[in-house]
């Protein structure tokens, strides 16, 4: 299996000083404050125990009206898991698959959960919006479709009207479908939805750690279709036992939606400065979600790995190599996800660095 690239790069950071980190995916930003204090709350009453391997109900029923809210979609509370973080609501998703294909770059984790469960992955290339073309699917075999709208790294999204013929290709070809919006609410335009909408068979996986800032609580959802809910519950029950217990009860208060419109608001400037401060140095495509620029320095160097180490040790700025995201020698993923005064600082020593070195 093939190390998470990302993580020995944020281990190398942590040994040096005044690095500015722009290498992993963790909001900077606190959640909704009644988080916290329900966290609290719930540690005071002594609400530690199991829950039942589905979670909480009232949870999966708060994020059962998320669904109505967000997209006039309904979706079952029973058909809801809670689960640790997204990482094991793809361990659930990846069972009910044997051939599974997704658009590359691609999350490196993704093919590492195949490989866990002995299930084939297969990297489907993009056009240059580094969205998947359905008509380029005929030349592979396989069963499973695995989507991240928005994605990471590059922060494409999938507009309604692509999202909704990838779904018809599953339903009408019998495809699985696995849609990975862990990044909705960090999306900078209105023309999205699930994948839900269009294909209520699709497995939905989703979680507190983004758009709600609450990495670390490992919360996370997965929406299976009606006929798969009691055999994804079984694997819950082997796999997770539960979701952690406190987590579950503070992801109750998450859903603030005027203080999460404050985040996205946020995370929309951060994007805003980055790209506009960096565009002119590297080749980049101007994201729609999350919180990446997936930059292409092939006019600097081909070896990104050795291209962000001197950017770490040279000019003190932790960025993640694009091979961690697939046979991408010739880019980096930077996070903006630090405040506006810490860019401004990364994106001086990123042109000094440029005009020193390169």
């Not at 009910?96 to 590492?112: D, M």
Request: hydrophobic share 35%; net charge neutral.
């Amino acid at each position: 299996m093939k190390p998470f690239i990302v993580m020995d790069i944020v281990k190398e950071s942590q040994k040096l000083s005044d690095v500015v980190h722009l290498e992993i995916g963790e909001p900077d930003l606190l959640p909704s404050p009644a988080v916290k204090k329900a966290a609290l709350k719930a540690i005071e009453e002594n609400r530690f125990f199991y829950t039942e391997s589905k979670g909480l109900k009232n949870l999966r029923e708060k994020i059962s009206m998320h669904y109505k809210k967000f997209y006039d979609v309904d979706v079952n509370p029973e058909n809801i898991i809670i689960t640790t973080g997204t990482s094991t609501a793809f361990l659930i998703a990846f069972y009910f698959a044997k051939v599974i294909a997704s658009p590359t770059p691609t999350y490196p984790c993704y093919p590492n959960f195949a490989e866990i469960e002995n299930k084939k992955f297969i990297n489907i290339p993009t056009d240059k919006n580094f969205k998947l073309n359905i008509n380029s699917l005929q030349n592979y075999e396989f069963d499973t479709i695995m989507i991240s709208s928005p994605n990471n790294p590059t922060g494409s999204v999938y507009d309604k009207k692509e999202l909704k013929d990838i779904c018809e290709f599953c339903e009408k070809n019998q495809k699985l479908l696995i849609s990975d919006e862990l990044y909705h609410g960090l999306v900078y335009t209105d023309n999205y939805t699930t994948a839900l909408k269009y294909n209520k068979n699709a497995i939905v996986i989703n979680g507190f750690s983004k758009f709600f800032c609450m990495p670390g609580f490992r919360i996370g959802w997965v929406i299976m279709p009606e006929n798969l809910t009691r055999e994804a519950e079984i694997l819950a029950q082997n796999i997770l036992i539960s979701a952690p217990t406190l987590s579950q009860y503070a992801a109750l208060e998450a859903f603030n939606y005027e203080y999460l419109q404050s985040i996205k608001e946020e995370f929309q400037k951060r994007r805003d400065f980055l790209y506009e401060n960096l565009k002119d140095i590297f080749k980049i495509s101007e994201p729609q979600g999350a919180f990446y620029l997936w930059c292409d320095i092939s006019r600097y160097s081909d070896n990104s790995y050795e291209f962000a180490k001197e950017l770490l040790y040279k000019a003190k700025v932790a960025t993640t190599p694009g091979i961690d995201f697939g046979d991408y020698p010739t880019h980096i993923r930077i996070a903006y996800t630090k405040n506006l005064k810490e860019l401004e600082i990364a994106v001086k020593r990123i042109k000094n660095f440029i005009e020193n070195y390169c």
